[in-house]
């Protein structure tokens, strides 16, 4: 079984409006993590947010942030008032903080992200 | 520059021949991390090193692949006698000491880009 699944292999917004990304994970680790990376098509991976498993807030970062819902093991990334920059991939991953080996991400397959003017 | 740095940025082998692909972490940071990025995917986990030591090799192939992070110098990722298949990009990231309720600085690198031909 995948432990982190996003649906949607692409997606279109419209600039200046807000998107949202999906990302379902599954573990039965009692505490993990959560990490978003954009990856535009130059290639490198940039961190974009985290989410700890006992945080209680949702997390934000800037025009990122994360919609955090335990009970349904998804870790939604929305971002607000797409630009064009933002066009690329983006990928959740998990770190499960018990189980496995303590350290290394598991990602997702990605979601292509395109911002159109 | 206290980022990670990876090189080569591209590396064409012929099939049989070695690849040697080298990371520098960031500057504090004693863990390493190797992944693969297949095409249209995300990246998948090989191998976790610390100085002179391999925590967890779980993800590479038992064949042809190998990994070391000496006292002194980069961490290397070698593939031996290369085929087709190996060619992906290989990003390496590096983080401080592992922490459980850290989002701690899975830096990554710009990746190495493997053709095999």
């Known amino acids: 079984a995948q432990k982190i699944t996003q649906t949607q292999p692409g997606m279109f917004v419209q600039e200046k409006e807000a998107v949202t990304l999906d990302c379902t994970y599954d573990t039965s680790d009692p505490s993990y993590g959560l990490f978003w990376y954009k990856q535009p098509s130059s290639g490198e991976m940039i961190f974009l947010i985290y989410q700890g498993s006992y945080d209680q807030q949702n997390a934000t970062e800037g025009r990122y942030s994360l919609n955090f819902q335990k009970a349904r093991k998804s870790a939604n990334l929305v971002i607000s008032a797409s630009q064009l920059g933002d066009s690329a991939m983006y990928f959740c991953a998990m770190r499960e903080n018990y189980g496995g080996s303590q350290g290394n991400l598991i990602f997702g397959k990605g979601t292509k992200l395109s911002v159109k003017p | 520059n206290a980022g990670v740095m990876q090189n080569p940025r591209h590396l064409v082998r012929r099939r049989g021949q070695e690849a040697r692909l080298r990371c520098s972490p960031m500057?504090?940071?004693?863990?390493v991390y190797w992944y693969r990025q297949l095409p249209e995917e995300g990246l998948k986990f090989m191998v976790y090193?610390?100085?002179?030591?391999?925590?967890?090799e779980s993800g590479m192939p038992k064949e042809r692949f190998s990994a070391e992070f000496p006292k002194e110098g980069p961490s290397i990722l070698r593939i031996q006698q290369v085929v087709r298949g190996d060619s992906a990009a290989y990003f390496c990231a590096s983080s401080p000491k592992f922490n459980k309720k850290s989002n701690y600085g899975y830096t990554f690198g710009s990746g190495t880009r493997l053709t095999v031909v």
């Open positions: 500057k504090g940071h004693s863990h």
């Open positions: 090193l610390q100085k002179e030591n391999i925590i967890d």
